[in-house]
C-alpha cells in the first residue's frame, strides 16, 4: 500500500482501488481462495479493504439505516426514511476527493440506467471542507442526483459521516427496500451490481393502519349525537 497525503491506494484482488481518508483504516489482505461473505451476502472483494474493511461499517449491516441529517441540498432534500420500499445508495464523498470525482461517471450512468426503477441515489458531501466547489462541480459533470452537504456536529465532523460510520472517500452505503442497510464500504465498480440484487428483492408488505382507539380516538368518535 501507498500512501500520497490523505490519499490511499488499496490493492483487492488484481484490481487497484482508490479511497481518500484522514486516517488510513486497516491495511489490505490478500483475499482467501474462497472469498467471505458479509453479513449481506455480497463477497468481501467488492467492499473497499476486503475482509479488513472497518468494523464500524461492517456493523451496520442487517442494521436499520442511521438518520441521514442534511445541513442544505443541491436539487430538491430527500428523507431516505420517506422511501421505504425502494432502494438507495448513499454516497459519502468530497470535492477534494480525486477517487470520489473519478466516480461521479459512474453515478450518473447508474442513475440514468435505473431511472424508472425504485432506486433513489443521493450523494452526502464532507462537512469539513470542499462544500463551496460542490455546486460548481455538479453542474459541470451533470449530476442528476440530489446532493446533501453533510450537517456539522462536535469537532467539525459531519453527523451522518459519524452515524454511518465512514472513514474514508468516497464511502457508498446500499440500504434495501425494507430501511435495512445491507452493504457499507463498496468500491464504486460494485454498486451497479449490489442495486440490480437489492431491486430483485421484493417490496415489503405495507404497513396494516391501526384504528383509533381508546385515548387514541379522535375527540367525538364513536359517540351519538
Not at 89 to 96: H, P, R, S, V
Not at 115 to 131: E, P, T, Y
Not at 170 to 193: F, H, K, N, S
Amino acid at each position: 500500500m501507498r500512501q500520497f497525503g490523505i490519499c490511499t491506494a488499496i490493492v483487492l484482488f488484481t484490481a487497484v482501488a482508490a479511497a481518500c481518508g484522514d486516517a488510513a483504516p486497516p491495511p489490505a489482505a490478500a483475499a482467501p481462495a474462497a472469498a467471505a461473505t458479509t453479513a449481506a451476502s455480497f463477497p468481501d472483494a467488492w467492499f473497499f479493504y476486503g475482509e479488513k474493511r472497518p468494523a464500524a461499517l461492517r456493523n451496520l449491516e442487517g442494521k436499520p439505516a442511521p438518520k441521514l441529517v442534511a445541513e442544505t441540498w443541491i436539487g430538491d432534500a430527500v428523507d431516505p426514511a420517506e422511501h421505504r420500499g425502494k432502494v438507495i445508495i448513499l454516497d459519502f464523498w468530497g470535492t477534494w476527493c480525486p477517487p470520489c470525482r473519478k466516480a461521479i461517471p459512474k453515478n450518473i450512468e447508474l442513475v440514468e440506467k435505473f431511472k424508472d426503477q425504485d432506486l433513489v441515489f443521493i450523494a452526502v458531501h464532507d462537512a469539513r471542507r470542499g462544500w463551496d466547489a460542490a455546486p460548481g462541480m455538479a453542474k459541470q459533470t451533470g449530476m442528476n442526483y440530489p446532493v446533501a452537504l453533510d450537517k456539522t456536529g462536535e469537532n467539525g465532523a459531519g453527523i451522518s459521516t459519524k452515524a454511518f460510520g465512514v472513514s474514508f472517500w468516497p464511502t457508498y452505503i446500499a440500504i434495501d427496500r425494507r430501511g435495512v442497510v445491507r452493504a457499507a464500504g463498496l468500491q464504486p465498480g460494485r454498486v451497479e451490481q449490489v442495486v440490480t440484487a437489492l431491486l430483485a428483492e421484493p417490496k415489503p408488505e405495507p404497513e396494516p393502519e391501526s384504528e383509533a382507539t381508546g385515548d387514541d380516538a379522535e375527540p367525538g368518535a364513536g359517540s351519538e349525537g
